[in-house]
């Protein structure tokens, strides 16, 4: 059974600070790997998506690597900012499977 | 375009009644997906179609648990018979895998329904 896990479960930074947030995955035969956003009252918004191929994504400020062999993720965002403050999410798919099993997400709060 | 929406955004219920939890996908969104968030949690699944036809049900906890997409549109989650431990937030799912040419592609996420029983 596929388990995905977050570290650190919170975090909190000033402002402009670049950070790290991890992911990683216990089965590596995934399909492909999300982040997303989630801010309290509204939905998931998906941040990056990185095919099981390819070895990161990027998308402004954020920039996500996937090592499928080693079951980890990290997404990397650069001169963060007091908007940038929310949970984020990682979830994979599996190889036989169009169903997202997600992590507890980290908690970032980024100070001004 | 328009997003995910679902309905009710909020959902108070008596323990024992019947409720039913309507999601309207992104349009022409073939898979719709519905997951179930407790607080602190990530997302579980729970179910998916693609079109009308339900293709994984392996997440719906019990019996009490069903959904359906009668015309591969509108989907409804239906929890019968509620009990306590069924207070959560519910969130609805779309994407397009078989018209982007890929299995499993962005799944885009609704606003959820917060449902709570007594």
């Known amino acids: 059974k596929q388990e995905v896990t977050q570290i650190p479960a919170a975090l909190s930074v000033p402002e402009g600070e670049n950070l790290v947030l991890n992911c990683s995955f216990t089965d590596s035969a995934i399909y492909n790997l999300q982040w997303f956003r989630q801010d309290p009252g509204k939905g998931l918004t998906s941040l990056l998506l990185?095919?099981?191929?390819?070895r990161e994504q990027t998308s402004g400020r954020l920039n996500a690597s996937l090592d499928k062999s080693s079951g980890r993720s990290t997404l990397y965002i650069a001169a963060s900012q007091p908007g940038d403050s929310a949970t984020y999410l990682c979830a994979v798919i599996g190889g036989g499977s169009e169903k997202l099993v997600f992590g507890k997400g980290t908690k970032l709060t980024v100070n001004p | 375009g328009a997003g995910v929406s679902q309905s009710p955004r909020y959902k108070v219920t008596k323990r024992g009644q019947d409720v039913a939890l309507r999601c309207d996908p992104i349009?022409?969104?073939?898979?719709l997906y519905w997951y179930r968030q407790a607080l602190g949690q990530g997302p579980e699944f729970l179910t998916y179609f693609n079109y009308e036809a339900q293709q994984d049900k392996s997440g719906l906890p019990n019996d009490r648990f069903s959904a359906e997409r009668p015309e591969g549109s509108i989907s409804t989650l239906t929890i019968q018979r509620t009990e306590q431990r069924d207070s959560a937030m519910y969130r609805c799912?779309?994407?397009?895998?078989?018209?982007?040419?890929?299995?499993?592609?962005?799944?885009?996420f609704g606003p959820g329904t917060r449902l709570t029983v007594l």
């Open positions: 799912a779309s994407s397009s895998p078989r018209t982007s040419g890929r299995r499993a592609d962005t799944q885009y």
């Open positions: 349009s022409g969104h073939v898979s």
């Open positions: 990185i095919q099981s191929s390819q």
